[in-house]
């Protein structure tokens, strides 16, 4: 998106607009409190209505007079006059005293203390105690003597505002920031041909609202949790959309209780959720009071084996408490799994000396984990997802919301049913290939367009394959929260048999979710295998080491004007890549007397959409080494990513292995060290003659690493 500057009026423009398509599209879920809100603010002047969004944006409970200055609005006075007297604001009253006191930041506390000669309350002591002592001492008369001297005024009518806004958003809150960023062009949004109410009743959306403001004030103070009678008041749920935000509530409330010590009334709220998670926890927190119950549920439970992840929790605990089993199913697995030794370097990324192994046995592979199966759910369902009115409900809805409520395959039963069906043939591909040409680079919130793997999305939609993920696309539209993470890393092909593997590195364990996702796949037809990677010394591997020259230090304003890598095996270097690159911007004097390149010398060089290809090529799958390696490798990673392309190596850094093998030296610059170990630097600042220096830095960590084992 291009960057845009803002008017004087953007946040008033920004309001106007969520309140026209609030009452254009959701009236039918607005109550005569939010009707009478929206037409009283209409009516204002421009100054009030500013006035009041800017206090909205604020943040704050209690405002003075004297902190709401703002050159737009010419009469400040006036305004909050107008704001009064149509019941916007109003005085400070004594039942706002908690909110305001838990809103004021600890000098403010303080400054109390002081005005009110509260005595026994020190400087150190943390906010939260001091705010204690001010409840426990203070009366409230005490306090309004002391509130009365800052003419303090209250912004009211806060609730309706925040139901309209979580009609648009989805959110409870009293926050614009979307709409700076969208206008700033730092937030790209979907931009749809028609929009729907975000809920069919009102008295759904009433429900949901009040859900998400319980489910807020347990975050942000967990004694909220005392009021899960509340969140049982709204079952039983008559609307998916309640359902699913009801669980989401409850979960929260129920381990909220949990650390409370509240076990009783925790096991309660647990048990009234219906997600697998929350589940799990009443059952550990049923055995500690009742074993003979707990496996009784146990067993119904893997008798029913109706949702995945609780079979496989619930058949697990059983055999861990009720037989002679002492370790978990993922704990077993991961033992009796394959294992693989990977030169040491690749401790940091396993995953790429895997896929490096399984390539030189002439395997294709990919990473694929969740990206490869979330971008190929929502290509398939492209239509239902982002263009259906009934999943768009605002420009800002990345995620419809008819997947974290578990409502989509209820919504959209027989598109689902025909294309999964088409899939199961083998008839999908096609549509699928019109979908990414139509739709590629459009904002969505399930996968980076970047990120897109083309060539294992139509392996994967070839026969016969089709039917296991059809299967697998099936379980996602039914319960998108549950299925949509957990996926193997890697995705490997050679003739015609297609594997999926989970890599395990030492000390890694294997969580539920990917079991149970393993699980999944294997039933519904794929090999899938779990992979333990072990690490030695390889002499064989291969490296290499780059050095690269830019504009400027900052990665997002500067870009690579030219890159120099050596790659080196067995002790040797076998290989050189130089290029001069036409950063296609200006490169300040400061960096052409630091390294020499001035805009004239990179003119007629090639801009690095002409170098990619090969330079890729050339590192292969190799280790990419850098002194500082995170600073050349950024700056690739971004190039790359300006041409829709991703980028992926392990890295080893030269900084941190000489600090380690050859601790105690003055400096661990490129140049200090050469300068101490006698290693040629003719050209500092060059790319190619620093990659070479570089590189004889390598050579010796090497060395070092194999002499100490």
């Keep these: 998106m291009t960057s845009q500057t803002l008017g004087t009026f953007y946040y008033h423009d920004h309001f106007m607009e969520m309140l026209s398509h609030i009452a254009d599209l959701s009236a039918g879920l607005l109550t005569a409190e939010h009707k009478a809100f929206i037409h009283d603010f209409r009516a204002l002047d421009r100054d009030a209505q500013c006035l009041y969004i800017r206090m909205a944006n604020r943040r704050k409970l209690a405002f003075r007079p004297d902190e709401l200055r703002y050159d737009e609005i010419t009469d400040t006075r006036a305004a909050l006059q107008l704001l009064s007297e ?16 838990s809103a004021m930041t600890k000098a403010e506390l303080q400054s109390l203390v002081l005005a009110s000669s509260l005595t026994g309350v020190l400087k150190s002591w943390p906010k939260a105690r001091v705010l204690e002592a001010i409840k426990e001492q203070l009366t409230d008369s005490q ?5 009365a001297a800052e003419a303090l005024f209250v912004q009211d009518r806060v609730c309706a505002l925040s139901y309209l806004l979580y009609l648009y958003f989805g959110r409870p809150e009293l926050d614009l920031k979307q709409f700076t960023m969208r206008d700033l062009g730092l937030m790209p949004v979907r931009q749809a041909t028609g929009y729907s109410p975000r809920f069919s009743h009102q008295g759904e959306a ?3 609202y009040r859900l998400s403001e319980l ?11 005392a009021r899960f009678t509340e969140v049982l008041a709204c079952l039983p749920a008559h609307y998916p959309s309640v359902q699913g935000l009801a669980d989401k509530t409850l979960l929260e409330f129920g381990q909220a209780l949990e650390k409370n010590a509240d076990t009783d009334n925790a096991m309660q709220v647990y048990q009234a959720c219906t997600l697998a998670k929350s589940q799990e926890r009443h059952l550990r927190l049923l055995y500690s009071c009742d074993k003979e119950l707990t496996r009784q549920t146990l067993e119904g439970i893997i008798a029913r084996n109706n949702n995945d992840a609780l079979y496989h929790f619930a058949r697990d605990f059983y055999a861990r408490k009720f037989t002679a089993e002492k370790v978990s199913e993922q704990t077993q697995v991961l033992r009796n799994s394959d294992s693989l030794m990977l030169d040491d370097l690749h401790r940091a990324s396993p995953e790429h000396g895997v896929l490096k192994h399984y390539t030189q046995l002439g395997w294709q592979a990919w990473f694929s984990e969740n990206t490869l199966w979330r971008a190929l759910f929502a290509l398939t369902f492209w239509d239902e997802l982002f263009e259906d009115e009934r999943s768009v409900h605002s420009p800002f809805d990345r995620i419809p919301a008819n997947l974290r409520d578990r409502s989509f395959t209820a919504i959209f039963a027989e598109s689902i049913s025909r294309k999964l069906e088409q899939l199961s043939d083998g008839q999908y591909l096609v549509p699928l290939l019109k979908t990414v040409t139509a739709r590629h ?10 990120q897109l793997q083309l060539d294992a999305l139509k392996l994967l939609l070839s026969s016969p394959h089709c039917r296991p993920v059809a299967e697998i696309l099936r379980l996602m539209a039914e319960d998108y929260p549950a299925m949509k993470d957990g996926y193997p890393d890697l995705m490997l092909c050679k003739d015609d048999q297609l594997r999926f593997i989970e890599v395990k590195a030492e000390g890694d364990a294997l969580r539920a979710n990917q079991l149970t996702r393993l699980r999944q796949l294997e039933s519904a037809g794929f090999d899938c295998g779990l992979l333990r990677v072990t690490y030695t010394h390889d002499p064989r591997q291969v490296f290499v080491v780059v050095d690269i020259e830019t504009t400027g230090g900052n990665q997002p304003q500067h870009r690579v004007t030219e890159i120099g890598a050596v790659k080196v095996c067995n002790g040797d270097v076998v290989e050189r890549f130089q290029t001069l690159i036409n950063p296609q911007r200006h490169i300040p004097s400061s960096i052409t007397r630091l390294t020499g390149i001035s805009d004239a010398m990179v003119s007629d060089a ?11 090529r050339f590192c292969g799958d190799a280790i990419f080494v850098a002194h500082n390696v995170n600073f050349d490798y950024g700056f690739i990673q971004q190039e790359y990513e300006r041409l829709g392309q991703s980028w992926r190596m392990p890295k080893f850094c030269t900084v941190v292995n000489m600090r380690r093998y050859f601790p105690g030296q003055d400096s661990y610059k490129l140049s200090a060290l050469c300068h101490t170990f006698e290693v040629s630097l003719d050209t500092h600042h060059r790319a190619l003659c ?3 220096a ?6 010796m960590i090497l060395e070092k690493r194999q002499q100490e084992g």
């Design 206 to 208: 009433l429900t949901c």
């Design 606 to 616: 090639p801009v690095f959409s002409e170098i990619a290809d090969d330079f890729r």
């Design 441 to 450: 680079g459009e904002s969505n919130g399930l996968f980076r367009w970047n």
């Design 215 to 225: 489910r807020r004030a347990v975050r942000e103070d967990p004694a909220n949790a």
């Design 86 to 101: 149509r019941g916007f604001v109003r005085g400070l009253s004594r039942h706002d005293y908690p909110a305001l006191l």
């Design 690 to 692: 620093d990659a070479e």
């Design 143 to 147: 306090l309004d003597d002391a509130f």
């Design 694 to 699: 570089a590189a004889q830095l390598l050579l």
